[in-house]
């Protein structure tokens, strides 16, 4: 059954470095572009970071730009995000999601990503 599982997440103090992994199993995503979302209590969901199929092209939120980095694996069917100079307002559960559309020249909406895996809890304290 196809799967995306979420790791890397944790406490951390503000200014410090997180390393979250998106392992896929049961289905390939080298031609699909992926994601990462954020929810955080009483705020509403946040893309973060998208990546293209083919990797190269990429977006950032005003939030994290310059501070997170997307980056994809396709030997390893594998994303990751990157977080640095994490801040308080970073604490959330961070979720990954693949592009429903193949191979799409353009970024998708939130309603696009249909394949999400259970997310990871990252806390950043002051």
Same mark, same amino acid.
């Given at each position: 059954?196809?799967?995306?599982? &979420?790791?890397?997440?944790?406490?951390?103090?503000? #200014? !410090?470095?997180?390393?979250? @992994?998106?392992?896929?199993? /049961? +289905?390939?995503?080298?031609?699909?572009g992926m994601c990462w979302f954020?929810?955080?209590?009483?705020?509403?969901? &946040?893309?973060?970071?998208?990546?293209?199929?083919? #990797? !190269?092209?990429?977006?950032? @939120?005003?939030?994290?730009? /310059? +501070?997170?980095?997307?980056?994809?694996?396709?030997?390893?069917?594998?994303?990751?995000?990157?977080?640095?100079?994490?801040?308080?307002?970073?604490?959330?559960?961070?979720?990954?999601?693949?592009?429903?559309?193949?191979?799409?020249?353009?970024?998708?909406?939130?309603?696009?990503?249909?394949?999400?895996?259970?997310?990871?809890?990252?806390?950043?304290?002051?």
């Amino acid at each position: 059954q196809a799967q995306l599982v &979420e790791s890397g997440g944790g406490l951390v103090q503000a #200014g !410090g470095s997180l390393r979250l @992994s998106c392992a896929a199993s /049961g +289905r390939t995503l080298s031609n699909y572009g992926m994601c990462w979302f954020r929810q955080a209590p009483v705020k509403e969901r &946040e893309t973060v970071a998208r990546i293209y199929w083919r #990797g !190269g092209n990429t977006y950032y @939120s005003d939030s994290v730009k /310059g +501070r997170f980095t997307i980056s994809r694996d396709n030997a390893n069917n594998t994303a990751y995000l990157q977080m640095n100079s994490l801040k308080p307002e970073d604490t959330g559960v961070y979720y990954c999601a693949v592009d429903s559309r193949i191979r799409s020249p353009i970024w998708g909406t939130q309603n696009d990503y249909d394949f999400w895996g259970q997310g990871t809890q990252v806390t950043v304290s002051s």
